[in-house]
């Protein structure tokens, strides 16, 4: 790997690192998928043509894992040409599962584990790209003494939790109007049933292989997901591809509207506007729970060591039809996550067709 540059605010000063250890943070996300199968577009109000996205694949199609690091470009994940394939999967213990989701807040888990494990207990802010605000990652200091094992623990659990807070971030700023893919809003995809949970997946499969192998380069992280999304979807009871695709075709008017066009906001039908870190799946009954750390390893809470913030910035007017006591917050955190995604239910409820 390349040597390459940063920047990250420690005790008030920003300090320039040249790593060859570290990767560069993930570009985004990756650009999949609203829920549905066989989706339609549109430009501007107008169809296109000999377009749609088939959204559907089963758990030996998934290909191989590739950190986002912008080389694959939409056209290939979308149709699936690179080496790495995204879309839906039904499973019987965790419902549909995003691939993509999956893979984003994993490569994300990978990124934050790598800036915090020797930053632990210190003031640092971790900075990254824009999304409506600006989004960073808060580290506090604290002095609680710890031991090597106990301060890789944290790491592991901070940097999982504070992938995840990003990926509900993600949720909120799509409602809003965030645009990633230019020219295309993301209405369709925000708080989409199998988001979240997807999202969270992804952690706890990086926060595993972080656990018993932190040293990994991004092509060995790249293998150790292949191995542990494949055990995983297999303990998931995921579904063959005509199963899936029978699935969503059977939620057609329910979660999603085949008539309607991407990006029209109301191709979801469905949405789940909880916010929280234990999570059930949708879309079946006794569904496999996931949870996140709240306390770490050493019996304090986890907020004690980090939080995310979403600092206001050149894009408020997104969020002009807050009511005042949100929009008036220069600073969110994820204790205004909850109220932001209610302000969204709220509203949707309203207008729904």
Not at 127 to 132: N, R, T, W, Y
Not at 255 to 262: E, P, Q
Not at 326 to 352: P, Y
Request: contains cysteine.
């Amino acid at each position: 790997m390349k040597p390459f540059g940063r920047r990250l605010l420690i005790g008030g000063l920003f300090l320039s690192v040249s790593s060859v250890a570290l990767a560069n943070a993930p570009v985004g996300v990756r650009p999949c998928c609203a829920f549905g199968k066989d989706l339609k577009a549109q430009v501007g109000g107008v169809p296109v043509p000999f377009f749609s996205v088939g959204n559907v694949l089963e758990a030996k199609g998934v290909g191989n894992h590739q950190y986002n690091d912008g080389s694959q470009r939409v056209s290939s994940s979308l149709l699936g040409i690179g080496e790495e394939h995204n879309g839906l999967i039904f499973t019987q213990k965790g419902g549909f599962i995003d691939t993509a989701h999956v893979r984003d807040t994993a490569d994300f888990t990978y990124y934050l584990f790598n800036e915090i494990r020797y930053r632990v207990g210190t003031d640092a802010e971790i900075l990254l790209p824009a999304e409506l605000r600006d989004r960073v990652i808060v580290l506090k200091r604290n002095t609680t003494p710890l031991k090597t094992q106990e301060k890789h623990e944290i790491a592991v659990d901070v940097a999982g939790v504070m992938a995840f807070r990003l990926a509900q971030w993600h949720e909120i700023a799509q409602w809003f109007g965030l645009v990633s893919v230019a020219g295309f809003k993301e209405l369709a995809s925000a708080y989409s049933p199998e988001d979240l949970y997807s999202n969270m997946l992804g952690a706890k499969l990086a926060m595993s292989i972080l656990r018993e192998t932190p040293d990994l380069t991004l092509v060995e992280f790249g293998k150790a997901m292949d191995v542990a999304f494949a055990e995983k979807l297999s303990a998931l009871e995921a579904a063959p591809e005509h199963e899936t695709s029978m699935r969503i075709e059977a939620l057609d008017g329910k979660w999603w509207d085949s008539t309607k066009r991407l990006p029209d906001k109301w191709v979801l039908l469905h949405r789940d506007y909880h916010l929280a870190l234990s999570l059930t799946p949708n879309g079946v009954e006794n569904g496999e729970l996931q949870s996140l750390p709240v306390e770490l390893v050493n019996g304090e809470l986890l907020s004690n060591w980090a939080q995310f913030e979403a600092r206001a910035a050149r894009k408020e007017k997104a969020f002009s039809v807050l009511r005042d006591s949100l929009k008036s917050k220069t600073v969110w955190t994820e204790s205004d996550f909850q109220s932001l995604a209610n302000f969204a239910k709220a509203v949707d409820e309203t207008t729904r067709p």
